[in-house]
């Protein structure tokens, strides 16, 4: 079945990049997405990626997109505190209306 | 900015009551979608509606009902409360399935954080 993983926590000095790592197991996805969670709040989507695309930067965001390996990862240059919050992958199955998530990377920044 | 809005954000009540999570979305989107969230941050999909009179049973078996007779209405409601109901309950929206020009974005409204005791 469907299933998105990524690890839980993530430390990171501030001005350091931070990259965050998903991997996803259905091959036909559609759109793969990062949300990003403040403490008290509902999710946001931050950035989204087309699954025929390798890469796509935005500012401070890169993402990266690996098919093959079924990798998605998310970078964040020069880390700032207000980027402490909790990042979900996700993504959309083709002829599914439902969008799969994972269950979180908590990213802390360290002074 | 997203307007999709919950009541109440936070809510304290004894066992045994009933209540209803109210959210509201002004985009005219079709599609509503009910979210609990768990201590350790993990989502999970309870209901959701593709339309006016539209509600289906999300991944995850849930003691709640859903209606949605308008489609800018989406309550959530639990008709006799228990502590293992206690959670964060998120609603979102999206305008259309993730195919050609659309993303399928989900837009979450801030939740709504429900403590029975």
């Known amino acids: 079945g469907e299933d998105v993983e990524q690890s839980l926590f993530l430390s990171v000095r501030e001005g350091d990049s931070s990259v965050i790592n998903c991997t996803y197991t259905d091959s036909s996805s559609t759109y793969l997405y990062w949300y990003k969670q403040e403490p008290g709040a509902g999710l946001q989507l931050l950035t989204y990626?087309?699954?025929?695309?390798d890469m796509k930067q935005d500012q401070r965001l890169t993402v990266l997109l690996n098919k093959k390996d079924k990798h998605l990862s998310l970078r964040i240059a020069d880390t700032q505190t207000g980027d402490s919050a909790i990042y979900f992958c996700?993504?959309?199955?083709?002829?599914?209306?439902?969008?799969?998530f994972g269950k979180g990377t908590r990213l802390h920044i360290l002074p | 900015e997203a307007d999709i809005y919950q009541t109440p954000r936070y809510l304290v009540i004894g066992t045994g009551k009933k209540i209803t999570l109210e959210c509201s979305q002004t985009?005219?989107?079709?599609?509503m979608y009910w979210y609990q969230q768990d201590p350790g941050m993990e989502l999970h999909l309870i209901h959701y509606?593709?339309?006016?009179?539209?509600?289906e049973k999300g991944d995850l078996s849930s003691e709640s009902t859903v209606s949605r007779i308008r489609t800018e209405h989406f309550p959530l409601t639990l008709e006799s409360a228990r502590p293992s109901h206690t959670s964060q309950y998120l609603c979102a929206s999206s305008e259309s399935s993730p195919t050609g020009p659309n993303t399928g974005e989900l837009f979450f409204g801030e939740g709504s954080r429900l403590t029975v005791l």
């Open positions: 509606s593709y339309g006016v009179n539209s509600t």
């Open positions: 990626i087309f699954s025929n695309m």
């Open positions: 985009m005219g989107h079709d599609k």
């Open positions: 996700a993504e959309s199955i083709t002829g599914d209306d439902k969008i799969i």
